[in-house]
């Protein structure tokens, strides 16, 4: 399963995001220089981020993003499916049936065992996406940090985050 560059971004927007102030919010272009990304690749990230209520936006030119939600009631499948959309990774599109000799309709009355497994597979796959939240991911990273990581974001923000009084505005 391949997912986009999309997923990993917006994931740590996210994770970054949690960390802002009670007020706070950080443009598209502040998240996209943090990261190294293009700004306009990322926007569309995070507009589909703000379309599954994951975030708020804020408009205006002391406007941004903020997360919508509180850190631990967002997951990464939350994250997942707002970026890639619900669809399901494989879909069967029942091959048995094409080619010069086609399989008899007795062997379609259920479920392709080849889509059953990977369905099986996803829904695996799902759950755990499901268990971790950006809380957790925040939680990881600040028990792995020797200081750095801290500071780095501290001076980002002191320098990118914009303070406004409006936070629903989607």
């Known amino acids: 399963?391949?997912?986009?560059?999309?997923?990993e971004q917006a994931i740590h927007c996210m994770t970054f995001?949690?960390?802002?102030?009670?007020?706070?919010?950080?443009?598209?272009?502040?998240l996209a220089e943090l990261h190294g990304v293009?700004?306009?690749?990322?926007?569309k990230h995070l507009q589909a981020l703000s379309g599954a209520g994951l975030l708020l936006t804020v408009p205006g030119p002391k406007g941004g993003y903020r997360l919508a939600k509180a850190p631990h009631e967002i997951s990464?499948?939350?994250?997942?499916l707002a970026v890639e959309g619900?669809?399901?990774?494989?879909?069967?599109?029942?091959?048995?049936?094409?080619g010069p000799n086609p399989l008899p309709?007795?062997?379609?009355?259920?479920?392709?065992?080849?889509?059953?497994?990977?369905?099986?597979?996803?829904?695996?796959?799902?759950?755990?996406?499901?268990?971790v939240t950006i809380a957790d991911l925040a939680a990881e990273v600040a028990a792995d940090d020797d200081g750095s990581i801290a500071a780095r974001g501290c001076a980002f923000l002191e320098r990118n985050e914009r303070k406004t009084g409006n936070r629903a505005a989607s």
Do not use: H, W
């Open 105 to 131: 309709a007795r062997y379609f009355t259920r479920p392709c065992q080849i889509n059953a497994a990977m369905l099986r597979a996803e829904k695996a796959y799902r759950a755990e996406l499901a268990k």
């Open 1 to 7: 399963m391949k997912l986009s560059e999309g997923v």
């Open 76 to 80: 990464l499948l939350d994250i997942v």
């Open 17 to 30: 995001l949690s960390g802002l102030s009670e007020q706070g919010v950080l443009s598209a272009a502040a």
């Open 86 to 98: 619900p669809a399901p990774a494989f879909r069967c599109a029942e091959i048995r049936r094409r």
């Open 38 to 43: 293009s700004a306009s690749y990322l926007l």
